[in-house]
């Protein structure tokens, strides 16, 4: 049996709040340099999918992990972790946090916002886990957003990034599924992405199906 720490879709909490969200605003320091970023392929600024709040490597402060990805899919390789059509950055959460004001371009914000509470389950794999929460819970497998810390559940083979600055295997931070509304998706191609992040700040995003 493995544990797995499942994400659940929850109420949106506040877009001021560092919390894991999917859409809305990003939330950044007060005095942050972060700029939107914009799609390396269609030069376009990218959608926000959201945000995982998670430990610093060295457990001593929480980040924020702001995920972005170019919503052109049918032009631009946003699955791929290194071609510059996703972006991840991490920002620590302090005591003055403001929200991003996005681009006037179309596809920047996610048309829903939702929460995501962690609960625990455990199984003989994910699939089981999420069974045993569903049923245990009398809720639906749609709200299960996917699930934090462990090990990937790869769909094809491992592709576990090295980080580009300090060159070493990022760690595993949670693995996504496209959202808890099927009109409303964030499109992984039907699949699943994976989130990593490093110790020296940097962080990346891919998906496979
Ligand atoms: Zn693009
Ligand atoms: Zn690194």
Redo the contacts with the bound molecule.
Sequence with gaps: MTEYKLLVSDDAPAESVAAHRFGGRPLVARDSKVVWPNCKECKLPMLFIGQMMVPAHDASSQNLILIFKCDRESICSSWMPDKGCNQVIVVPVGPTMTLMESPSADGCLHSITYGAMVADSSGEDIYDAMKNYVEKTNSTFDKILGYIYGEPDWIQNDETPN??????P?RFVATLNEGPDPMQTFNFGTGEAYLFD?????GKFLWQC
């Design positions: 980080c580009k600055k300090c060159k070493k990022m490093c110790a020296c700040g940097g």
